[in-house]
């Protein structure tokens, strides 16, 4: 599909413009109200562990995973990759 097709079509694109609270007042924009009700159905569900996906510089393994996980982690690193082909930008091993 061409980008003329896209824009002349009733359909959304990805060259579609971002609704706003005034053109849809019937559904307004609650993303601060709607996180808070999702966060506390969660409850205890929630835990304060970062996923492994999303460390940042300065954060560690270690952050992610418990001591029994990273042990097992390390155990399977050391059996499948022992010479260190397959890396990340947070390893496991340190």
């Given amino acids: 599909?061409?980008?003329d097709l896209c824009v002349a079509s009733s359909q959304p694109s990805a060259f579609?413009?971002?609704p706003t609270v005034e053109q849809y007042?019937?559904?307004p924009i609650r993303?601060?109200?709607q996180l808070e009700r999702i966060i506390a159905d969660l409850g205890?569900?929630?835990g304060s562990r970062k996923p492994f996906t999303v460390l940042?510089?300065?954060d560690s393994a270690t952050e992610v995973f418990d001591t029994g996980t990273l042990d097992r982690l390390?155990?399977?690193e050391h059996a499948r990759d022992p010479h260190g082909m397959f890396r990340s930008n947070f390893p496991i091993l340190h």
Avoid: D, F, N, Q
Wanted: aromatic share 4%; net charge positive; hydrophobic share 30%.
């Fill in 16 to 18: 579609s413009p971002v």
């Fill in 31 to 33: 993303t601060g109200s």
């Fill in 44 to 46: 205890a569900r929630i």
């Fill in 1 to 3: 599909m061409s980008y």
């Fill in 56 to 58: 940042s510089a300065g």
């Fill in 25 to 27: 007042p019937e559904h």
């Fill in 74 to 76: 390390r155990k399977l």
